[in-house]
Structures are given as structure tokens and as C-alpha cells.
């Protein structure tokens, strides 16, 4: 029953986009032009419990919006570094967070498992100038970072 309830709740997800793509452009798009991924195998932690790429997180507490113009400074650095980030090989994914609730920024590389090893050699490059960056700016503090194993569960794409 749970896992009916799911899929009725994606696919209604689903219809909501492809609804209001539809009132909102000129052209059509049906339900086939999403696709759904199944549930990735990837490498084992424990019995049950697997993961196929890794993330490092680098994050920061900054000053409440509009202070100072610490958050959009941290944006400009994450620009100047963005590059870089992009030439690390296997990187899938660069997303940034903002949480206002906690006053954190935050960016999140994810690098298939494979190159990992890597780019942790390489000291996670180009992290130690996006942190001197953030160092040095007014209104952030509290800069840390982390690496996780992750796993993508379930993921939506648009097919064109």
C-alpha cells in the first residue's frame, strides 16, 4: 500500500509540472517526456545499505540577509571557483543551498565513487581557496566541511 501511495504521489507531482508547463508555454508536453530512475545499485556499507557516489559539502554560517552582503559574497565565491569545480573528474552534481533559518550557505560537489580517491588526493581542489575566500569575508563564520556517502533513491529527469 505504501509504495502505491508513493507512486500516485510522484505521478501527481508529475502531472502538476507537465499541467502547468502546459497552461504557461505554447507547446505540449506529455507525461512521456519524464522518465523515471529506478532504485541505483551501487557499493555496499552494510547488508541493505549501499551508496554510489560521494559528496563534499562545504558550508558557512553567514550574517542575516541584507546586513552586510556576506551571502552574496559567498556566491561570488563560489563563481570564482566554479571552474575549477567543474574540471574535477567525475563530478555529477554542484548544487547550492541557502537555508535562512540557520543563516548557512552551502555547496554540495558530488563525484562518482570511482574518482573520488582522486580528487581527494588532490585535496578536494579547488576547496582550500573557496575557503580562504570565505574566510576573509565580513559576517561569515563557522566555515566547515564534510564528506558523505550518498545515493540517489529516486530521480526525475526531462527528456526532450
Not at 523515471?36 to 545499505?49: H, Q, T, W, Y
Not at 552534481?93 to 558530488?110: A, P, Q, Y
Request: proline letters at 1%.
Amino acid at each position: 500500500i505504501r509504495r502505491y501511495a508513493m507512486r500516485n504521489s510522484l505521478d501527481y507531482i508529475l502531472w502538476l509540472i507537465v499541467l502547468h508547463i502546459h497552461t504557461t508555454t505554447s507547446f505540449n508536453i506529455s507525461r512521456d517526456h519524464f522518465r523515471k530512475s529506478s532504485v541505483l545499485k551501487g557499493m555496499e556499507i552494510v547488508d541493505g545499505l549501499e551508496f554510489d557516489s560521494f559528496a563534499r559539502e562545504w558550508k558557512c554560517k553567514c550574517s542575516p540577509r541584507g546586513s552586510d552582503g556576506s551571502l552574496l559574497a559567498c556566491q561570488m565565491a563560489l563563481e570564482a571557483v566554479f571552474d575549477d569545480l567543474m574540471e574535477v573528474d567525475g563530478v555529477t552534481n554542484v548544487e547550492r543551498f541557502i537555508d535562512e533559518d540557520c543563516l548557512e550557505f552551502k555547496v554540495v560537489t558530488s563525484v562518482d565513487a570511482d574518482n573520488f580517491s582522486e580528487w581527494k588526493k588532490n585535496k578536494f581542489d579547488p576547496e582550500e581557496f573557496f575557503v580562504e575566500m570565505l574566510e576573509v569575508i565580513e559576517g561569515v563564520s563557522e566555515i566547515e566541511t564534510q564528506t558523505f556517502k550518498k545515493m540517489t533513491v529516486v530521480s526525475t529527469e526531462f527528456i526532450e
